[in-house]
């Protein structure tokens, strides 16, 4: 039976619940994951990884305004998330 993923979470780990694929993954993968999803729902981020976070999701923001301002997402933008998802 297919479940439902929760509204909010990324749309990757939704396809993998809903695809019931999450279980096919290795341990590790799914306790990394798990493990992340319960320390953002439970707001017990430390202090010092969200400000680093939080300064990254600025930054990014700042970039993205730049290169839209330039025309560069239009044709670039594709190889832009693919790089960010490699890192």
Not at 18 to 41: H, S, V
Request: hydrophobic share 40%; net charge negative; with cysteine.
């Amino acid at each position: 039976m297919k479940q439902k993923a929760p509204a909010g979470m990324p749309e990757w780990l939704r396809e993998m619940i809903e695809n019931d694929t999450f279980k096919d993954q290795p341990k590790e993968f799914q306790d990394r994951i798990i493990k992340a999803l319960d320390t953002i729902a439970t707001g017990t981020v430390p202090p010092d990884v969200q400000e680093v976070v939080t300064i990254g999701i600025r930054e990014q923001k700042r970039n993205l305004e730049i290169a839209k301002g330039a025309n560069l997402l239009c044709d670039r933008i594709g190889g832009y998330i693919v790089r960010g998802w490699e890192v």
